[in-house]
């Protein structure tokens, strides 16, 4: 199989020399990635240029990326985009991007590097477009499973947001995990199916032998279906 994996944070910059990012470390996408380079799959993994994790290694392609919009333009380029057989959306992108940054009188702050001596800033945030919703139309006849990190709330608002993700993405699968889903990691597919393992090294392994019991698309869906599979490997027997 054909392995897209995003790993890592993005990052949006203030200005040349100052950014705003996430705690990600990259450290589940690199290790999924291995996984399945270990088990003969070809892996390509777009991985944030602020990772803190070791790179994966067991020759997985490597391809960097800053931004969100590094990352989208990224995937667009891909060569033989439509060979990929599963993607993994692990990446954890800013929600948040720049859109105004001004001084104490209120004047827009302009130049490579703000000055300190422009005092107190304020700095205005705009929602970033979701890259997760544009994945389908960049890969119609791929498997995609996003991911879900909560903080807030309890297990239940965390399955319905991953629900919420799939339907309104047309992904076919989403990760979940955060506090507010306990610990472990969830798996929910499609059909509502909802799988629990332990830690990251289960994830893997879980997501490796269901991924590898999929049935593959062979040709590109036509203009009236977003994916030519009918049916999908449920998730009960792996776990």
């Not at 993005?10 to 399945?36: C, Q």
């Not at 994966?56 to 990929?84: C, H, K, M, S, Y």
């Not at 047309?170 to 506090?179: H, K, P």
């Amino acid at each position: 199989m054909r392995i897209v994996v995003t790993s890592g944070p993005s990052y949006e910059p203030l200005d040349k020399v100052r950014r705003i990012s996430n705690f990600s470390t990259g450290e589940l996408g690199t290790l999924l990635a291995e996984g399945f380079a270990q088990a003969g799959h070809e892996v390509t993994c777009f991985r944030g240029a602020a990772s803190t994790f070791s790179e994966p290694l067991w020759g997985v392609e490597v391809i960097p990326f800053a931004t969100n919009g590094d990352l989208e333009a990224g995937l667009r380029q891909l060569p033989g985009r439509e060979q990929v057989n599963v993607l993994f959306h692990a990446a954890a992108l800013c929600d948040f991007r720049v859109a105004e940054i001004l001084n104490e009188r209120n004047e827009p702050i302009a130049g490579e590097k703000i000055p300190s001596r422009e005092g107190t800033l304020r700095v205005t945030l705009e929602p970033a477009p979701k890259l997760i919703a544009s994945l389908r139309r960049m890969f119609p006849a791929t498997i995609i499973v996003g991911w879900k990190y909560e903080l807030d709330g309890a297990m239940p608002s965390v399955m319905a947001k991953g629900r919420a993700q799939i339907e309104e993405c047309l992904t076919d699968a989403c990760v979940l995990n955060g506090s507010a889903y306990g610990p472990g990691f969830g798996i929910i597919s499609r059909s509502g199916e909802l799988a629990h393992l332990a830690d990251k090294a289960a994830l893997c392994r879980f997501l490796i032998n269901w991924a590898e019991r999929q049935p593959m698309a062979v040709t590109t869906p036509g203009q009236e279906s977003f994916h030519p599979l009918a049916t999908f490997a449920p998730l009960s027997p792996f776990i």
